[in-house]
């Protein structure tokens, strides 16, 4: 090599030496923004075992606005009675499931046109082959898939090879139900079994509460139609009074008997937020608050017997009434004959005590005569009025009168077509203001006065 030439090499390395430079310090730094530093980088999440078979990962409590209409915090489920408890040996994650743009009908395809609450909703393996990749088309020769998701081990807990697969129970709710009746009204999933799309499992805690089904069913008759707050709308009956026989009760067609209450469960009994209903410790001392204010949604479920059973004394003494009750029960008996009816029989119980004592308008003469309830008729009813009067007795405490008499008993004898043609009861000089009575309140001129009469021309 000449020196020339050694010269002109010389030359070009100086001038690539700097390029060469800039290229490798690039270099350098996109292999180091392209790996990182090992101690600086988070290692990734591997997936979890237990993924799908929980509602939420590492068994975290759902959110309050994830359950289903109706439940309150602290939230206690579902009836137990009404929905029995499940055994799920399953592994499914419902949110990755929607991730992937499923529908709630793409795997149960059933929900919308089920007429019985017993349907079986829940999909089946052959729901689960389109994607998987596995056939259950044969139950007892299953075929599983070719990848991880679609072996048997993946979605069926404790399942071993050869070994039978434990299946899991869902048992149908002691109720009447219709999914098709809702779902042609527009009633979406999450309005019954709330945000299922945001969890993995979907365990019982996600059926419907009772006060969310009240929500719907309680609203105006336009909104609501046919979905009556009636207990029979949703609950089941007992057999027929008249055959014997079961009724059809899960289709919905209650027509006789009581609302069944006793089951396998356990004792259906109505909550406490239900007009203060609830048969907890202390019903005992609150019952008759709750039986007086609606005693038709008492039987729906109890029949009398369960009442008299403590309130005629053979359970209990009878401590309903206070001590000087015999005194005020007129009162009581005009202002809430219902109440009084709902454990008394006026032919069996009060007419056969005002017959013994004389307060009545039939019965034995001798009792009417000896045990009169009001003084005889010369002090009583005749004239001239003196201490005694029936009219001075009704002008001190009208109360006491209503008690037993009604309006129409005073026209008897003060009505214009009363004994003797009837009595007068304005006093004197009662002509001079009856305008400004008539004018205040004419009702009380027209129970004894024809609206078009001479008498009350001058009133007007």
């Not at 008759?288 to 053979?314: F, I, L, P, Q, Y």
Request: glycine share 10%; hydrophobic share 30%; proline share 8%.
């Amino acid at each position: 090599m000449t020196r020339a030439t050694r010269n002109t090499i010389d030359l070009r390395m100086r001038l690539l030496a700097p390029l060469l430079l800039v290229l490798s310090l690039m270099v350098a730094a996109g292999a180091a923004i392209a790996q990182p530093d090992p101690a600086s980088r988070a290692p990734a999440p591997a997936p979890s075992a237990k993924s799908g078979t929980t509602p939420l990962p590492n068994d975290a409590p759902v959110p309050l606005k994830w359950l289903p209409p109706g439940a309150f915090d602290p939230d206690t489920g579902p009836s137990d009675v009404v929905f029995p408890a499940q055994q799920m040996t399953l592994r499914f994650n419902h949110k990755k499931h929607q991730g992937f743009g499923l529908k709630c009908q793409g795997c149960h395809t059933k929900a919308t046109t089920s007429q019985r609450a017993e349907d079986d909703l829940v999909p089946d393996g052959r729901t689960c082959d389109q994607c998987h990749g596995t056939s259950h088309a044969d139950l007892a020769q299953v075929k599983a898939g070719e990848d991880e998701t679609g072996q048997c081990v993946f979605c069926h807990l404790g399942a071993k090879d050869g070994a039978r697969i434990v299946p899991f129970k869902i048992p149908p709710p002691n109720l009447v139900f219709d999914h098709k009746k809702h779902a042609d009204r527009n009633v979406g999933c999450q309005q019954c079994h709330g945000e299922v799309g945001e969890l993995e499992l979907a365990t019982r805690d996600q059926l419907p509460r009772m006060r969310g089904c009240f929500g719907g069913h309680q609203m105006p008759d336009a909104a609501r139609g046919d979905a009556k707050a009636a207990c029979d709308t949703c609950h089941l009956r007992e057999a027929t009074p008249t055959t014997g026989q079961l009724l059809p009760e899960r289709r919905g067609v209650a027509t006789g008997g009581r609302i069944k209450t006793k089951f396998a469960e356990g004792q259906l009994k109505p909550p406490r937020w239900m007009q203060n209903a609830g048969h907890g410790p202390d019903f005992l001392a609150r019952h008759k608050r709750v039986a007086a204010s609606n005693s038709e949604r008492c039987a729906n479920c109890h029949k009398e017997d369960v009442c008299t059973g403590c309130h005629d004394g053979r359970v209990r003494p009878r401590s309903i009434h206070p001590n000087d009750y015999l005194q005020m029960h007129p009162v009581e008996a005009r202002m809430a004959t219902q109440r009084c009816t709902s454990c008394h029989r006026e032919q069996s119980f009060c007419l056969s005590c005002h017959q013994r004592l004389g307060v009545s308008m039939s019965g034995p003469a001798g009792v009417r005569e000896s045990g009169r309830f009001h003084p005889p008729k010369y002090v009583w009813s005749d004239a001239p009025r003196k201490p005694g009067h029936h009219s001075q007795e009704a002008m001190r405490n009208l109360n006491a009168c209503v008690s037993c008499h009604v309006e129409r008993d005073c026209l008897v004898c003060h009505g214009g077509r009363g004994v003797g043609g009837g009595f007068n009861p304005h006093g004197t000089g009662f002509a001079s203001s009856c305008k400004t009575q008539y004018k205040r309140n004419p009702r009380p001129c027209l129970v004894c006065h024809i609206p078009g009469s001479q008498e009350l021309s001058s009133c007007r």
